[in-house]
């Protein structure tokens, strides 16, 4: 149980291209959803969080006219990079909970976005 | 301020040797704490968590981690390594009255375990 899935996995793209990912729970309904970067042998840096039929809450730093952030239903998020550019290249992971405070967060098995 | 220290960048144990990767944190109020494993080009694995009750907390693949608040650490250890244990480790910390649930990482340790 508990699975989170990503998709596309690896993504290339010219500069000026928007791109969507896509977050998926598989088997459970995820009040909120998670939105993560990492780089190179970092730790990962959290974007945003969102809840099913709400805004999104970003970081404090991260353009929200950038990377767009929807969360329609219980069981999908998606994060758009709008207007991508090569310093947008990265490694964009998702996770997923039921929202209780103590609950576990799930991680999505993360996208490698490349823009040229 | 929330957050979490790993003290360590790599930590290198031959296989079948006991291991521990080290964490420490700093949270306002009593934490949840988590350990997640990350495999090259992979998102996180959940290993375990601490929420409340008895100290020493045990996971996935054979790891346990003990919780000591008087020196706010939660220490991740495994008795006898393996040279698959070889990956990413996070140590992770969220407070109790945290509503959205945000998690706080540390910077994470690279674990390599030699045959």
């Known amino acids: 149980g508990a699975v989170v899935s990503q998709h596309p996995s690896r993504v290339i793209c010219k500069s000026g291209t928007s791109v969507k990912i896509e977050c998926r729970s598989l088997d459970f309904q995820a009040t909120t959803m998670f939105w993560y970067r990492q780089f190179p042998k970092k730790s990962l840096m959290l974007m945003a969080t969102?809840?099913?039929?709400?805004?999104?809450?970003?970081e404090q730093g991260v353009e929200k006219d950038k990377f767009l952030i929807n969360h329609a239903s219980l069981t999908l998020s998606t994060l758009t990079v709008t207007s991508a550019h090569p310093e947008d290249s990265s490694f964009y992971i998702c996770?997923?909970?039921?929202?209780?405070?103590?609950?576990?967060?799930?991680f999505g098995p993360g996208t490698r976005l490349l823009v040229l | 301020a929330q957050s979490v220290a790993q003290p360590e960048d790599q930590v290198n144990v031959a296989e079948g040797n006991p291991l521990t990767v080290k964490c420490t944190y700093s949270?306002?109020?009593?934490?949840?704490l988590f350990w997640y494993v990350q495999y090259p080009n992979r998102g996180l694995q959940f290993l375990l968590k601490y929420i409340t009750g008895d100290n020493l907390v045990k996971g996935s693949y054979g790891f346990e981690a003990e919780f000591n608040k008087s020196q706010t650490s939660f220490h991740l250890k495994k008795p006898s390594a393996l040279v698959s244990d070889s990956a990413l480790y996070f140590c992770a910390v969220r407070t109790r009255g945290s509503t959205l649930g945000r998690l706080y990482f540390g910077r994470g340790t690279q674990l390599t375990v030699w045959p």
């Open positions: 996770s997923a909970s039921l929202g209780r405070r103590e609950e576990t967060q799930y």
């Open positions: 969102s809840n099913e039929g709400s805004k999104a809450t970003y």
């Open positions: 949270v306002s109020g009593n934490p949840y």
